[in-house]
């Protein structure tokens, strides 16, 4: 599955931001979806992940209550919304797609997009 990674930006904080993240290739509810982040000089960390049918969902602590992750299937893509943006919350973003279900290790996935730019100033 080849995974395309959109929706990154310029934001000041307190502001929202959708990323979207469309698959190709086999089954796309096939798959459980996650986004992770990687900041400058640290570790690519989890931030969300959903279950196959989207009906299950899972966050970091950092961002639980301000971002929500989504599916449609339908529309082979998965998005993260994110409000509240803070300058911490700086890093590109990657969606991935893997066979467990809300998984939080990058190890568990199989398949990554390219990721997308998010810089939020204070």
């Known amino acids: 599955v080849q995974l395309q990674a959109c929706g990154g930006g310029l934001v000041q904080a307190g502001s929202s931001l959708r990323l979207s993240c469309a698959a190709s290739?086999?089954?796309?509810?096939?798959?459980?979806m996650g986004w992770f982040r990687q900041a400058p000089g640290k570790d690519r960390e989890f931030v969300a992940a959903?279950?196959?049918?989207?009906?299950?969902?899972y966050y970091a602590d950092s961002v639980k209550s301000r971002f929500t992750i989504s599916r449609d299937n339908a529309k082979n893509t998965v998005y993260l919304q994110m409000s509240s943006l803070k300058p911490e919350d700086t890093a590109v973003y990657y969606c991935?797609?893997?066979?467990?279900?809300?998984?939080?290790?990058?190890?568990?996935?199989?398949?990554w997009g390219q990721g997308t730019q998010v810089t939020v100033s204070s």
């Open positions: 290739g086999r089954t796309f509810s096939s798959y459980g």
């Open positions: 991935a797609a893997g066979t467990y279900t809300l998984a939080t290790q990058s190890a568990r996935y199989d398949y």
């Open positions: 959903i279950s196959r049918s989207g009906s299950s969902t």
